[in-house]
């Protein structure tokens, strides 16, 4: 990592408020722009989260925007409504009232004497989130955004739901998560000693946990169309640069995001990286110069510089090279590749059979089997990846190929043609593709789940009729991986994966028919890298302003990240995780932020209705003997075969006197889950 000392264009950061459109609520916002004598006017880039600027995320923050601003842009992080230090109170995650706000801030942004009138927008997950969502509502002066680990699909690509299946691990986890962020008050010294209490308290009367909302939707319905950009790609106007990484669960947006919109306004790049920006260095590498990248992005939509962007291939990827199990890696073997077109010239289908019997196999695996699955959002930590996938296979049915005669590059998202019949109205079916070694060891490649009352379209719920075969279709995740000559390519189907797919409340088992049931991989040509004499892709090594003076603080008594137990008597497991967001930490303003959460995740091998997933948080933030905030929350799902039960609880106290207690509890039928 090379870190810029000096550049160019003289910095100044200041901190105001943007008003919006209502006149009664301002959003925070902080400003880093050059302010060179003379200073002719310059575009600006936002980027709009809740996530609190001037503790959470300000140790990323100092890493590129001032970067942006010594090359000649005013960049902008403004907290969204009822967060961090703006005014308001919360709302739903990317509700109207954010996109609206959203909006305000972007034309007051264009409005300013020291913008050219043009505004650009960036973010990762929540900020890319409602670049795209904003981009489709078309402000005048947004001319061009980047959108990193974001999704076009809010409700089969997001934390909610996949295949039309509920995700255990994330819709408990986030929604507890946001609970707990909600919950922090504002800062004292950005927005007054007499201001800050009662912001918060009108803050944390306001709170609803957001996991009602989303165990309400259980469909994809008008809730989450709106948000959803792939319901109309038409909408977005502005220049788009999509970014992802395989290792992390938005990357098909990146896929997408190229296919349906037009050659002249969007690219698109994914390396092999978790949910990080690209240019930190977290694992797994390697990390990229992407603040260079997107500087040629803006350049050329923001500056009407010619800085050859848009003649790059309209997608760069990263195509793994076979590895062995690992739950982390500081670096992934590989190279990039280039396409022009997407979908691909250079990309075929090949379709390979699952086998030739008539005779069915059946499927019922314990409900444990998902234990191995890894991080639903990999951050690059240790633990973070699945692990070797033997003890999974061993839960699942295999069908796997003869060894190979030699090397298979895939690229896309493979698909899964199963001829099958459930022994329930409602099941799941689970399908991983795995890199068989001749030692034995398995890495998975990639996976993908389908809630078969959802088979028909994520908008309805069909059951199954018991004792009839129906053939069922479905897509994993993309990804671009090697297969090596000699090893064997597996496809492992269970009907269970905890904790990621919260299972139905009835025990099932599927048949599967080996004859019609096939593996359908999208195999890239590997000699379409010398097409049209192109050069190499290569990007430049990472660059970031210097660092924030932050000290991270090691727990006296560290835990493991991921924890697996069994309770053999009981037949019971149980998965305990760290999130590991980064713990505690001091800033260089005396203010020392704390931080804990666990996640615990339980059931029983023999028992859907077993499964509980609790989040616990306890924050605490402190600045000398003047300001001492603690907020404490613990939500609980649990579910009968005919509802789901919800339990959630916050308690914030302000010098050790509490400020507001809650306890909300709700109950929602199982619809379609």
Not at 1 to 8: I, L, S
Not at 147 to 164: A, F
Request: aromatic share 10%; net charge negative; with cysteine.
């Amino acid at each position: 990592m090379k870190y810029r000392e000096h550049f160019d264009r003289q910095v100044t950061r200041e901190d105001v408020w943007i008003p919006t459109r209502d006149g009664r609520t301002h959003l925070h916002a902080r400003i880093w722009r050059p302010t060179d004598a003379g200073t002719a006017p310059v575009p600006a880039l936002l980027e709009y989260l809740p996530y609190r600027k001037t503790d959470w995320t300000a140790p990323r923050d100092a890493q590129r925007h001032p970067w942006y601003a010594g090359h000649g842009y005013a960049s902008v992080r403004v907290d969204i409504r009822g967060h961090g230090d703006s005014e308001g109170t919360p709302g739903d995650e990317y509700d109207a009232q954010e996109l609206a706000d959203g909006v305000d801030v972007v034309n007051w942004l264009a409005e300013q004497p020291w913008c050219t009138g043009k505004v650009g927008m960036f973010g990762i997950s929540w900020g890319g989130f409602n670049s795209l969502q904003i981009a489709a509502l078309a402000p005048e002066p947004l001319k061009a955004i980047v959108t990193v680990c974001s999704t076009d699909d809010r409700y089969d690509n997001d934390v909610h739901y996949t295949g039309g299946a509920v995700l255990g691990i994330d819709m408990l986890a986030w929604a507890g998560t946001m609970l707990a962020f909600a919950a922090r008050p504002p800062d004292p010294t950005s927005v007054g000693g007499d201001r800050w209490l009662p912001m918060w308290r009108e803050r944390l009367e306001a709170l609803d946990p957001f996991l009602h909302t989303w165990l309400a939707h259980q469909q994809r319905d008008d809730y989450w169309r709106h948000g959803s950009v792939c319901e109309d790609y038409s909408a977005i106007d502005a220049a788009v640069l999509a970014v992802g990484g395989w290792n992390d669960p938005y990357r098909d947006t990146v896929l997408r995001l190229v296919e349906h919109l037009p050659d002249d306004r969007v690219r698109g790049i994914v390396g092999p990286w978790s949910h990080q920006y690209p240019d930190r260095g977290l694992p797994p590498g390697p990390a990229i110069g992407f603040l260079q990248e997107t500087l040629r992005w803006w350049d050329q939509h923001l500056k009407g510089e010619d800085t050859g962007v848009m003649r790059e291939p309209k997608l760069r990827a990263w195509l793994n090279d076979p590895v062995p199990p690992a739950t982390s890696y500081d670096e992934m073997p590989g190279r990039w590749v280039g396409d022009d077109n997407w979908p691909s010239p250079s990309v075929s289908w090949d379709a390979r059979p699952l086998g030739g019997s008539d005779t069915p196999v059946l499927v019922r695996s314990p409900q444990h089997t998902g234990l191995d699955a890894g991080r639903f959002f990999p951050f690059g930590n240790e633990s973070d990846l699945p692990p070797d996938q033997r003890e999974e296979d061993g839960r699942s049915v295999c069908f796997d190929s003869a060894p190979l005669d030699g090397r298979v590059e895939i690229l896309g998202r493979p698909r899964v043609r199963l001829r099958l019949d459930s022994a329930t109205p409602r099941a799941h079916v689970v399908a991983r593709v795995c890199d068989v070694a001749p030692d034995g060891s398995s890495t998975l490649v990639t996976r993908g789940v389908l809630n078969l009352l959802s088979r028909h379209g994520r908008d309805r719920a069909v059951e199954w009729t018991p004792g009839t075969y129906e053939t069922v279709e479905f897509e994993l995740n993309g990804i671009g991986y090697a297969f090596p000559p000699g090893h064997r390519i597996r496809v492992a189907v269970s009907d269970t994966y905890w904790p990621w797919v919260w299972p139905h409340g009835e025990r099932g088992q599927l048949a599967v028919l080996p004859v019609g049931s096939a593996l359908l991989l999208p195999v890239r040509d590997p000699a379409s890298d010398g097409d049209e004499g192109r050069a190499p892709i290569r990007f430049e090594e990472p660059e970031q302003a210097p660092p924030l003076s932050v000290t991270y603080e090691r727990p006296a008594e560290a835990t493991p990240e991921r924890l697996v137990t069994c309770d053999v008597a009981k037949g019971e497991w149980t998965l305990e995780v760290d999130p590991n967001y980064g713990g505690s930490r001091v800033y260089p303003d005396g203010l020392r932020y704390e931080e804990s959460a666990r996640e615990t995740y339980r059931i029983r091998a023999d028992d859907p209705l077993s499964a509980v997933a609790v989040s616990e948080w306890t924050i605490r933030l402190r600045r000398g003997d003047d300001w001492d905030a603690e907020i404490m929350t613990r939500t609980e799902l649990r579910a009968t075969a005919t509802e789901f039960i919800m339990d959630s609880r916050m308690e914030t106290r302000a010098d050790g006197e509490t400020v507001v207690k809650r306890a909300w509890h709700r109950t929602t039928p199982r619809t379609s889950a």
